[in-house]
């Protein structure tokens, strides 16, 4: 079945610092690849999405690239600020028969010290 | 609404009693899914519907789990005999159409603890 994979928290950085957080799939057909962010007493927001390879999505000075030859969706933000501590989900949307079901990884704990 | 809400925001249950979850979607939102997120994890799929049809009920625990849309709008998620490990934030989400594909919004939740 559908898999995502996404490195382990909790990461620690200085405001200013650049951020990567891995994410890697498993998935058949042609999924959809997003982040979604979880904000401390929060639901989650859609951070940013993908749909297809070789697309780049981005928002807020976050960005991922869809990489289908290595499955990866890896999040990055060139200088994060204390406001951008929180919870980074990566999840994936199928393109087969379940392909309303979100599929997401554990989540990794971003905490940004001043 | 502007957008999803759900009620209660908090609700500690003792082992053995239903509990009631609500959502209100976004008006005029189409389908409308229930998921389970346990404590340190990524939420997990528990229901689908669209408009009042239940298309997809795969993803719920157990049968003490129930879910309802009856007009097609707010939606109940039902847990009876509620259990310790039922323990989590359940969240609901919709969408404006059957295409989801480009993700869809989240409610704040309903944190459940189970005593």
């Known amino acids: 079945g559908d898999s995502v994979t996404q490195m382990e928290g909790p990461v620690t950085l200085s405001e200013e610092a650049f951020l990567t957080i891995n994410c890697t799939y498993t998935?058949?057909?042609?999924?959809?690849l997003f982040w979604y962010v979880q904000y401390p007493g929060e639901g989650l927001q859609l951070l940013l999405k993908?749909?297809?390879?070789?697309d780049k999505g981005s928002n807020k000075g976050f960005e991922a690239t869809y990489r289908k030859e290595t499955t990866s969706f890896h999040l990055e933000k060139g200088s994060v600020q204390v406001s951008d501590s929180a919870v980074y989900f990566c999840?994936?949307?199928?393109?087969?028969?379940?392909?309303?079901?979100?599929?997401f990884g554990k989540g990794t704990l971003l905490t940004v010290n001043p | 609404g502007a957008g999803v809400s759900q009620s209660p925001r908090y609700k500690v249950a003792k082992r053995g009693q239903d509990v009631a979850l609500r959502c209100d979607p976004i008006?005029?939102?189409?389908?409308l899914f229930w998921y389970q997120q346990a404590l340190g994890q990524g939420p997990e799929f528990l229901t689908y519907?669209?408009?009042?049809?239940?298309?997809?009920k795969s993803g719920l625990p157990s049968d003490r789990f129930f879910a309802e849309r009856p007009e097609g709008s707010v939606s109940t998620l039902k847990i009876q005999r509620t259990q310790q490990e039922d323990s989590a934030v359940y969240l609901c989400?919709?969408?404006?159409?059957?295409?989801?594909?480009?993700?869809?919004?989240f409610g704040s939740g309903t944190r459940l603890t189970v005593v």
């Open positions: 989400a919709s969408s404006l159409s059957w295409d989801v594909s480009y993700g869809y919004t």
């Open positions: 998935a058949t057909g042609y999924p959809s």
């Open positions: 993908a749909t297809k390879a070789d």
């Open positions: 999840a994936l949307l199928n393109s087969g028969g379940s392909n309303y079901k979100l599929t």
């Open positions: 008006s005029g939102h189409v389908s």
């Open positions: 519907f669209q408009n009042e049809a239940q298309l997809d």
